[in-house]
């Protein structure tokens, strides 16, 4: 089974209109709209049903603009498709997610109803009313029965992926080597404090950073009286590294001209108004030989990229064998799917960017990213059907929140 590209939208848990194809065809049990009808294919015996496979194809082309034939036609030309291939590639995610639920319930691993309940509240809460929040059922062509289904088997599938996890602490080589890479990637990268004002209150500020200039207020002191930032006030204002925190545009323009123990101007961003003390510079050896030749902070951060890097190797693994030892089947293409045209009209173009970069830039990029951002117009985006073991360790159902510094007001873009 190769990798798929064009599914990375498939079975998105949030609710919006512009992916509401993607949720209306999410079911594997045959439960979709009047079609064709028949049977894709079979998963250990599991019917997939040829119009589930279709309405997601539908979708894709509705996603990408290319509702009529030649729009299409040129679309699936120009990244070396054709409707048959779309249609495998489509069958086979379907089919990933059958044994990813096969691997849920050979686990016996359960989800209780209040979890349940805790996400589709998050999710309702972005809607103002429950009028609006029906609407929006109605326009996925799903009741909140059904989402309440699709959320429950998205916390196990979290579940099974968590299960991969190791206790096990990363090789000193092992850590070492990151060390290395961390270091070449890193060199030059700044460590900052701030101190953070309110938008309307750049009196204050002002005033705070003459005193701060003349030497009259120390910068720690003056993080603990002034600073807005609940998150940074305990850590003296610390924000960290600007090159392993995602921080504003704003901030880090304010911040790259500052050398060690140098003090900004004032700096404003949609946070509020910013002064900001670079505390440290990192300057790369020629040789990393030893974990202590970077900061400490790095340390934890690459044990951590350690065990998620083996957590997902050891989940594609089983997702790999599970495949391998499955017994799929996928039927003939039957004539006059909607989506099927005469490709003779559509040859494809010569170009010498290869077929990976056409396949993977166009269908990741048009239409992964669209309903990404549609997903993220509701708050709640959620992992693809793919098996793709970073999107399962991202649909956690709480994909709006940040960590507790950024929650508070730490000068972060939003994930």
Same mark, same amino acid.
């Given at each position: ?28 049990? @045959? ?73 849920? $319930? ?11 309940? $805790? ?24 009741? $909140? ?15 099974? !992926? ?63 009286? !002034? ?87 050891? !989940? ?63 708050? $709640? ?22 960590? @507790?510094?950024?929650?508070? @007001? ?6």
């Amino acid at each position: 089974m190769k990798k798929t590209y064009i599914m990375k939208t498939v079975c998105a848990v949030s609710l919006t209109a512009a992916c509401a194809w993607a949720l209306a065809g999410c079911s594997t049990d @045959g439960n979709a709209s009047a079609g064709t009808g028949g049977v894709a294919g079979t998963v250990n015996g599991v019917e997939i049903a040829e119009d589930t496979v279709t309405n997601y194809i539908q979708g894709v082309r509705e996603q990408l603009g290319a509702a009529d034939e030649e729009s299409w036609g040129t679309w699936l030309s120009q990244n070396e498709y054709t409707p048959a291939s779309v249609r495998d590639e489509v069958f086979n995610s379907y089919a990933q997610r059958e044994l990813i639920k096969e691997g849920v $319930e050979e686990k016996g691993i359960t989800v209780e109803s209040s979890e349940v309940d $805790e996400q589709i509240a998050k999710v309702k809460q972005n809607f103002d009313t429950d009028e609006k929040w029906q609407s929006a059922l109605d326009q996925a062509g799903m009741t $909140e029965e059904s989402y309440r289904a699709e959320i429950e088997q998205k916390l196990k599938e979290n579940k099974l !992926y968590a299960s991969f996890a190791s206790d096990e602490d990363p090789s000193d080589a092992d850590m070492l080597q990151y060390a290395q890479m961390y270091a070449t990637a890193y060199d030059g990268a700044k460590r900052s404090s701030h101190i953070l004002f309110n938008s309307d209150d750049e009196a204050t500020a002002q005033e705070v950073l003459n005193k701060i200039n003349s030497g009259e207020l120390d910068f720690v002191e003056a993080v603990k009286e !002034y600073s807005q930032d609940t998150g940074t006030v305990e850590k003296d204002g610390d924000v960290g590294w600007d090159k392993t925190s995602n921080l504003v545009t704003e901030y880090t323009d304010g911040l790259a001209p500052l050398e060690k123990d140098q003090v900004s101007g004032l700096v404003t961003s949609d946070y509020g108004i910013h002064i900001i003390k670079c505390t440290d510079v990192y300057t790369a050896p020629e040789e990393v030989t030893s974990l202590d030749q970077i900061p400490e902070e790095w340390i934890s951060n690459i044990a951590s990229s350690l065990k998620s890097t083996k957590q997902q190797e050891a !989940y594609q693994q089983w997702l790999e064998e599970a495949t391998e030892a499955a017994d799929i089947k996928i039927n003939d293409m039957p004539q006059g799917l909607p989506y099927d045209v005469d490709m003779s009209k559509y040859p494809a173009a010569t170009t010498d960017e290869g077929t990976d970069g056409a396949t993977d830039g166009t269908a990741d990029g048009s239409t992964d990213g669209g309903a990404d951002d549609a997903a993220a117009s509701e708050g $709640e985006s959620d992992a693809a059907a793919d098996g793709n073991a970073d999107a399962n360790a991202d649909a956690d159902a709480d994909a709006g929140s940040t960590d @507790g510094d950024n929650a508070s @007001g730490q000068p972060a873009e939003a994930a």
